[in-house]
């Protein structure tokens, strides 16, 4: 039995580069002043249909449960992140800075960089209409990634206007029940060849293409790229109208990030979405809001491509991942002496591990190694002293078993 396609399973190592994507999220998120929250796996298909948009509804996992509902695994955090803004409106001061870190489900084609689950982190500001929270958003995708030690020559977020498209689509006379399709194929042209976009696009094909060539810069894109540009982050973006964003919902500026090698699919994407809250309250509630998801399986992608990146984490990964005594049982007599020792010292808090069963003393050094451990108590001939190795240097020298705590807690602390 193997796991179902587009689904992984997370061995140890895996886990590891895992929760190590999750920390630097989360650090970066709080320096930002986001403050963290979660909805559920599981809403009512309804709440998709609804707002995210036909190709994200084609893709839900979605069943009718044993109380006859129609359910969806979430594709998508936003659709929620609405619906409970929207329902707890007056709790909270405005703007609300809301970071989350979750599972999502789409039935895609399996491909690289799109699996059939993946996590996202959502960083989302509502209430604040100012192109000034569209840059201080934007900084934000851009310092996590170098929170990664991802730096300018390794990726580009291309910024675009939601807004020149729809004013654009309204000047061409297109009835805006059409506009979600054509902006679906502008979305996709750069994947396709230009012939079949043509072709979807029928008699607007040429005015999109003059657009597309003229790069149909506004005053909004200028307002943000120079805010961003004043923050000395000029380097990591570009305005690029082609991107339009595939979700329904989105009203203002967008953006999406890339590797700059361009050869990966999008590590993150967002933008403003001003009339959702208020369309999910159906009026009661009105608030402008913008965020952006930045998914885990690119991001770990251009990470493995990174040298510098992939140094970072490997070396982060194993030092948390060390513990830091190992208990070397010499003598099996001493071995109550020596589980009295393991709880003291955990119950401090250090990282202690120890051979479950008799074992040669060689090869408990050697396990000792493996798990990184910075020192080897020996608890054999000597009692009641120990002999303290430091595995880096290889000195030794006896302790009496009662000053081992304080002995370990001068000597692990001190660097
Ligand atoms: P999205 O562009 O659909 O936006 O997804 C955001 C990111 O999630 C993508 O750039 C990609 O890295 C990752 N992602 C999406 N689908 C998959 C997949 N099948 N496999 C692997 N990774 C994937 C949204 O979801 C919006 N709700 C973002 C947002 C938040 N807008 C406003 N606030």
């Not at 999502?104 to 491909?111: A, C, V, W």
């Not at 029940?177 to 042209?189: C, N, T, V």
């Not at 595995?391 to 000597?411: A, C, I, M, N, P």
Request: include cysteine; charged fraction near 30%.
């Amino acid at each position: 039995m193997q796991a179902l396609p587009g689904f992984r399973d997370f061995l140890p190592s895996e886990c590891s580069e895992r929760n190590y994507v999750f920390a630097n999220w989360r650090n970066v998120a709080r320096r930002y002043g986001f403050v963290e929250w979660d909805g559920p796996v599981l809403e009512s298909t309804e709440l998709y249909r609804k707002k995210s948009g036909a190709e994200i509804v084609d893709q839900l996992f979605h069943f009718v449960d044993k109380g006859e509902r129609e359910v969806a695994m979430r594709p998508e955090l936003t659709p929620t992140l609405a619906r409970v803004v929207a329902a707890h409106e007056r709790e909270f001061k405005k703007p609300l800075k809301w970071f989350s870190i979750g599972q999502f489900f789409r039935y895609e084609k399996q491909q690289r960089g799109r699996l059939r689950e993946h996590y996202q982190l959502n960083c989302d500001i509502i209430g604040e209409a100012s192109l000034a929270a569209d840059i201080e958003l934007i900084a934000l995708a851009i310092d996590l990634l170098r929170g990664f030690g991802l730096r300018e020559s390794d990726f580009v977020v291309r910024i675009s206007d939601r807004q020149f498209w729809t004013e654009f689509l309204r000047d061409q006379g297109v009835a805006e029940d059409k506009w979600q399709e054509i902006l679906g194929i502008i979305d996709k042209s750069e994947r396709e060849l230009a012939d079949h976009t043509a072709q979807k696009l029928g008699p607007l094909a040429g005015s999109v293409t003059e657009v597309l060539a003229k790069g149909g810069e506004n005053d909004r894109l200028r307002e943000v790229m120079d805010g961003l540009r004043a923050r000395g982050l000029g380097g990591f973006v570009n305005t690029d109208v082609r991107i339009v964003r595939g979700l329904a919902y989105y009203t203002g500026i967008v953006f999406e990030v890339f590797d700059r090698a361009g050869k990966l699919r999008a590590i993150a994407g967002g933008g403003r979405y001003d009339n959702l809250v208020s369309q999910l309250s159906d009026g009661a509630a009105s608030l402008p809001a913008l965020g952006f998801a930045m998914g885990d399986v690119v991001l770990a992608e251009l990470i493995g491509e990174t040298a510098s990146a992939r140094e970072q984490m490997e070396s982060t990964i194993t030092a948390e991942r060390a513990i830091q005594v190992y208990i070397v049982i010499a003598k099996e007599e001493r071995r109550g002496d020596a589980l009295q020792q393991v709880q003291t010292l955990r119950d401090h808090g250090f990282g202690v591990d120890y051979p479950l069963v008799p074992m040669k003393v060689g090869k408990q050094f050697q396990t000792a190694e493996q798990l990184g451990a910075r020192s080897a108590l020996v608890f054999g001939d000597e009692w009641p002293n120990v002999a303290v190795k430091d595995l880096r240097s290889g000195e030794q020298k006896l302790v009496g078993h009662e000053d081992l705590l304080s002995d370990l807690q001068e000597s692990l602390t001190k660097e």
